[in-house]
């Protein structure tokens, strides 16, 4: 079983700051790595996928990195409404199963 | 518009059953892969089931396989899940997720329905 370690658990930023946010998977996941964003009482939203794919409609500050076993989201300079919980995931095929990370939260300094 | 619309949440004693329902609007719904996961108050994401878009693959989480069914009605635009014999640590907001066909991730999310498992 494939396990995502997140890190930093929480991460304390000022709008306008580059925020890095980083995954680890136990073991490799060649680039089949999504990030989400939720934000309090919200669905989570889809950001990344394909490890460095922005979905539809993210905003170019947005992008992520890695492949294998070490993953990273950026966001360039942090806009107000960005400070949200971030959670990656992937999938492995045997057995079938869907994996997310324990989440970052992104919090105002 | 994409949109997915969860119901049937609810408060449901220990070792109860629910049944929870999700319409979708605004997309192929027959081609999407559909999933239900799951969120723990206060907690991270779990994953809980998956069925592809003709209902021929069917994927459980441990945690819950025995005792939920995910089912599908592609005429009616509608996903389900059927959860027996529920424990206290059901307990989570219930979320139905879309995926396209032959992916991992999840590209649109419904608002999410709470399952409160207590006596």
């Known amino acids: 079983e494939i396990v995502l370690t997140q890190s930093p658990a929480t991460l304390s930023l000022s709008p306008g700051e580059r925020a890095t946010l980083s995954c680890r998977a136990s073991?490799?996941?060649?680039?089949?790595l999504a990030w989400y964003q939720q934000k309090p009482g919200q669905a989570p939203r889809l950001l990344i996928y394909d490890a460095s794919n922005r979905a539809t409609g993210i905003p170019a500050r947005f992008s992520g990195s890695g492949s294998g076993t070490d993953f990273t989201l950026t966001i360039s300079s942090l806009e107000p409404e960005d400070f949200a919980v971030y959670y990656c995931q992937q999938r492995s095929n045997w057995p079938p199963k869907y994996t997310f990370g324990q989440g970052t939260k992104l919090e105002i300094k | 518009e994409v949109q997915l619309v969860e119901s049937g949440g609810g408060l449901v004693q220990p070792g109860g059953s629910l049944r929870l329902s999700c319409a979708a609007s605004g997309f192929t719904f027959s081609s999407y892969s559909m999933n239900w996961v799951r969120q723990a108050p206060g907690k991270g994401l779990e994953w809980v089931s998956y069925i592809s878009s003709s209902s021929s693959t069917i994927y459980y989480a441990d945690s819950v396989k025995g005792r939920f069914t995910i089912s599908r009605d592609n005429a009616k635009n509608s996903l389900y899940l059927q959860m027996n014999s529920l424990r206290a640590e059901d307990t989570a907001v219930y979320y139905c997720?879309?995926?396209?066909?032959?992916?991992?991730?999840?590209?649109?999310w419904g608002q999410g329905t709470l399952v409160t498992v207590s006596s």
């Open positions: 073991q490799s996941v060649s680039s089949y």
């Open positions: 997720a879309s995926g396209v066909a032959g992916t991992y991730y999840f590209d649109y």
